[in-house]
């Protein structure tokens, strides 16, 4: 299929049929030039997705993991709600060795291990997890919608703006954190334009956030992440956005690598620099980013782009998937209950009591 063929373009994971179905999920590592879905059927192919990035994105991984639990219910499984559980719980730690940073991945899977835990002696135990995996995906559109419309509130008409990564629609249930700001900018009529950092390796932001952009018809410029120093320098930006895989409890956020070298050089030119990201990405069992878990990954990303050597062989290669910006750097959180400003570990904490305690009543 053609590149940019917004009419027909998927969601960038979908359930199809009911507890005996299957996850369908677009293969992002193939975008924008071929648009291919991957059928999952079972486990295995669920965790091989979240691992080569085919699904990614730190909401989206967390929703795929949980559709991958729902699978574990149907293959070769003797019929007794004993086995059905132990599959479950399996397929829930296996798919936790994935990927290590993006903290929704785990919460996902929790509250997956909540429902095996409740309904193990329950026949209809696979209904249960599909019930509870759909929960997941939807409640994620909501979060989404929600952190466009208070992060828009934070930018002014015509706004110019820097993104690094993809927190778009292919990274979650629909619409993005970072780019949702963005779409409902355009929806409210805002007229913003958007720098988009390729993102090395991996060019999340040349391939899949310029994709997006670029479907919305919102005017995108994509540079190569050592550019957007210069562009801060010469050029009126008026805000950097991007997502977030795991914010801690006082506010360190762990995301793309690169983000951190985004928000030294956003506060040097004192550009606000805005994290979106929904509660499902919030550590509140770590404090200090220096603690979250960074992923490594194979140095052929690096030297061997596409199957493409360009350095030589045998050279040394470092490959942290993800860096960690801290607090001080963040202008403010936006998450799917309203903005943090600013970001410490007092007012996180108050902005998550203040919704517990309404949701409360
Ligand atoms: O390695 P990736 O492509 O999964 O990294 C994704 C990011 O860093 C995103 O910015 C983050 O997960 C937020 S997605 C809403």
């Not at 507890?19 to 293969?27: A, P, Q, S």
């Not at 699904?55 to 293959?75: D, E, F, T």
């Not at 779409?183 to 993102?199: L, M, N, P, R």
């Not at 210069?230 to 008026?238: A, E, N």
Request: with cysteine; glycine share 6%.
């Amino acid at each position: 299929m053609a590149s940019n063929d917004t009419a027909s373009s998927p969601p960038a994971v979908e359930w199809i049929g009911d507890h005996n179905g299957h996850l369908r999920l677009i293969d992002q590592t193939l975008l924008p030039t071929t648009l291919r879905l991957v059928e999952c059927r079972n486990v295995e192919t669920v965790w091989d997705a979240i691992k080569m990035l085919r699904v990614r994105g730190a909401p989206a991984i967390g929703i795929a993991a949980a559709y991958g639990v729902v699978l574990s219910q149907q293959a070769g499984l003797s019929k007794t709600s004993h086995s059905a559980a132990t599959a479950a719980r399996a397929a829930a730690d296996y798919l936790a060795t994935s990927r290590p940073t993006a903290v929704n991945l785990f919460w996902a899977l929790d509250r997956m291990r909540a429902v095996i835990d409740e309904h193990q002696a329950d026949p209809s135990l696979p209904e249960k997890l599909l019930t509870e995996a759909q929960a997941i995906h939807v409640e994620d559109q909501a979060m989404c919608r929600a952190i466009g419309k208070h992060g828009a509130a934070l930018i002014p008409d015509g706004a110019t703006l820097i993104t690094h990564c993809n927190a778009g629609g292919l990274a979650t249930a629909e619409y993005g954190t970072a780019l949702s700001v963005m779409f409902t900018c355009q929806d409210e009529g805002k007229g913003i334009s958007v720098y988009a950092d390729e993102t090395r390796p991996l060019w999340q932001g040349a391939r899949l956030t310029a994709w997006e952009l670029q479907q919305r018809g919102i005017p995108t410029t994509v540079i190569c992440d050592s550019m957007a120093a210069h562009v801060m320098q010469t050029r009126k930006i008026d805000a950097v956005i991007t997502g977030a895989d795991r914010i801690t409890a006082r506010g360190d956020a762990a995301n793309k690598i690169g983000t951190y070298g985004l928000a030294v050089v956003a506060r040097y030119h004192n550009v606000p620099f805005y994290v979106a990201a929904p509660s499902s990405t919030f550590d509140m069992q770590l404090v200090d980013g220096r603690d979250i878990p960074i992923e490594q990954r194979d140095a052929s990303e690096i030297v061997a782009p596409y199957g493409n050597s360009i350095a030589p062989d045998g050279i040394g290669v470092y490959n942290p998937a993800f860096d960690v910006t801290p607090a001080e750097l963040i202008t403010a959180l936006i998450t799917e209950r309203g903005v943090i400003q600013p970001v410490t570990q007092n007012a996180i904490e108050q902005h998550f009591q203040h919704e517990r305690a309404l949701e409360a009543k």
